[in-house]
Nanobody, 117 residues
């Protein structure tokens, strides 16, 4: 079983930056595909960015050019660097890991990001 713990959420003014972190327990992190999702009030949860266990990244259109997902397998951690933040980025951000070829997926508890002036 993998436990994921996010951190780094905060209040920030428009145009500001935040870096979210998600630390995984156990020794299987390097085998997981990882992703960041977000959910704003009244909205469905949506994918923000993904990184495969091989390091291939993908981004939602809303994140392209502003957000960067990365992983450090030595630290069992996936990051989301968010720049040029907008009020519409306000949401709870969740980290997810899944093991390819299985039905196993793991979610963190979420971290709140608020962008406002």
């Amino acid at each position: 079983q993998v436990q994921l713990v996010e951190s780094g959420g905060n209040w920030v003014q428009p145009g500001g930056s935040l870096r979210l972190s998600c630390v995984a327990s156990g020794s299987s992190f390097r085998f997981l595909n990882m992703a960041w999702y977000r959910q704003a009030p009244g909205n469905q949860r949506e994918t923000v960015a993904t990184v495969t266990r091989g390091g291939t990244t993908n981004y939602a259109d809303s994140a392209k050019g502003r957000f960067t997902i990365s992983r450090d397998n030595a630290k069992n951690t996936v990051y989301l660097q968010m720049n040029s933040l907008k009020p519409e980025d306000t949401a709870v951000y969740y980290c997810k890991g899944d093991l390819p070829g299985t039905n196993s997926e793991y979610w963190g508890q979420g971290t709140q990001v608020t962008v406002s002036s």
